[in-house]
């Protein structure tokens, strides 16, 4: 360990006791690769503060120390957005211990909640007082508070409840000089000038880590309907989603699941079963909730509004869920497609958006130009039809094995693969990442697609907040 890192971990010890960084390379080492496999750093001291006020000394005695620092929560990022450097210039600071909710108010419909509070803890939590937080995604179980802040995480649910920005009512955190920015106060309005909580949401740890954030809740479910659809083109997906929000206010979720991707979780993960008969080229999964339990039932609802969409020809089947079991049985498969495309071997995944209406004609060309392109492949996307977020994935051709065969073919088309189906993104008018961030993954893609008035005001943010960057190297910005 380099001498100002030694010093930095010594003080930290001595102020802070034991708990607070540990040096013993096996409790390091679970926590240097990413949640996917892909990137491998290195760190040779996890610091781990428990209070603001810890987090406050730890950052301004890194910068005293020129100690570079990687904030991380869950370590679920899909883009390497909290793996350190793998040269091992940087300290990891967890927040994980910082997992208290701090106050809960159901008159007011707000939770705070510290860095480290595991999402599926804070569902729990809400639920307790008879509300929800509606943002939900299948990293639950592990993804915490300050990683979701800090990647504007989205989720299943944004059709209705938009993106973690839209559920953020203030942002604490502790900012590169080491002072505290306290936006906890949930102020509707407040016009002194820039909007620090809305830097910091989707920062990716480079301005600051998040401490803790105030989030708004949502009256808990009386009742939820869970449909699968099946239908010939993304085309009338869309066209069944503007009839369906035309009719309620109560579709919460909307996502689109190609046929070929079914088949993958049938055949991969065990005690699947298709909902519906026969082979069909495209399935959306529908959730509808409500929170009045003398409003129509959803179940009931839907039941009625696919019977005039199957009349109508927007739907060649659909079967509602009859209880929920059925329910968690049809949201088990989707939850599965990205583990049963892994077992089925390897591809180069794309987290892309393009606006909404040209979102069905992006799929089906952007997958036949991909496959034209790059033969043998084959091209899918599927997810978040109503907010033009799809996962675009490029499967490698057939045969292609594990281990030293996938990694060459990784390493010798997904450059290429990745390059050619951005730029289709940029053509369509869209962002080359939706939901998951830009991480170290798509750094370099961002530098070459600009636009270059964006990457100049992001440098001179970064520069303005970090100037000596030390705050999550090789992030956003390089």
Do not use: C
Not at 411 to 431: K, L
């Amino acid at each position: 360990m380099p001498p100002a890192q030694t010093r930095l971990v010594d003080t930290v010890i001595a102020r802070f006791g034991t708990k607070a960084a540990t040096t013993v390379r096996e409790d390091i080492a679970p926590w240097l690769t990413d949640w996917r496999g892909r990137y491998r750093g290195d760190a040779p001291a996890i610091l781990s503060p428990e209070t603001t006020d810890q987090v406050a000394a730890i950052v301004s005695l890194a910068r005293e120390h020129g100690v570079a620092l990687v904030p991380q929560g869950g370590n679920t990022s899909m883009v390497g957005g909290a793996t350190p450097p793998a040269d091992g210039s940087a300290l990891i600071l967890s927040l994980r211990r910082m997992n208290r909710i701090r106050s809960h108010s159901p008159e007011d419909a707000l939770i705070v909640a510290e860095a480290g509070v595991i999402l599926a803890d804070l569902h729990d939590a809400a639920e307790r007082g008879e509300q929800r937080f509606p943002l939900t995604l299948g990293a639950r179980g592990s993804a915490t508070i300050g990683g979701l802040v800090s990647t504007n995480a989205g989720g299943t649910q944004v059709l209705r409840w938009g993106t973690m920005r839209s559920l953020v009512a203030g942002v604490e955190a502790v900012l590169p000089d080491g002072s505290i920015h306290d936006g906890l106060t949930p102020l509707k309005k407040d016009n002194r000038g820039y909007d620090i909580d809305g830097l910091l949401i989707g920062a990716e740890g480079t301005l600051g880590v998040v401490t803790a954030a105030t989030l708004r809740l949502a009256p808990a479910i009386a009742a939820r309907g869970v449909a699968w659809v099946a239908l010939p083109s993304p085309h009338t997906a869309l066209a069944l989603l503007r009839r369906l929000e035309a009719a309620t206010r109560t579709i919460e979720s909307f996502e689109i699941i190609p046929g070929d991707s079914l088949a993958l979780v049938l055949q991969h993960i065990p005690a699947t079963r298709s909902p519906v008969t026969g082979t069909h080229p495209w399935h959306v999964l529908i959730e509808a909730v409500t929170a009045d339990p003398t409003e129509e039932n959803p179940a009931a609802l839907l039941e009625r509004l696919l019977g005039d969409a199957l009349e109508g020809g927007l739907a060649d089947d659909a079967v509602v869920a009859a209880s929920e079991a059925q329910a968690d049985a049809f949201w088990r498969i989707r939850d599965s497609l990205s583990e049963a495309e892994r077992a089925s071997g390897p591809a180069v995944q794309h987290d892309v958006s393009v606006p909404v209406a040209g979102m069905p004609e992006f799929m089906i060309a952007a997958a036949r130009a991909a496959e034209a392109a790059f033969p043998g492949t084959h091209a899918t996307a599927f997810g978040h039809l109503g907010d033009g977020n799809v996962h675009f994935h490029v499967r490698a051709p057939a045969g292609t094995g594990a281990g030293a065969e996938r990694d060459r073919w990784y390493a010798e088309q997904a450059p290429g693969i990745t390059r050619f189906v951005h730029d289709q993104v940029v053509v369509a008018g869209g962002s080359i990442s939706a939901e998951h961030g830009i991480g170290q993954m798509k750094l370099a893609e961002l530098q070459r697609l600009g636009p270059a008035s964006r990457l100049a005001a992001l440098a001179a943010i970064k520069r303005a907040f970090d100037p000596a960057g030390l705050f999550n190297p090789g992030k956003l910005v390089p």
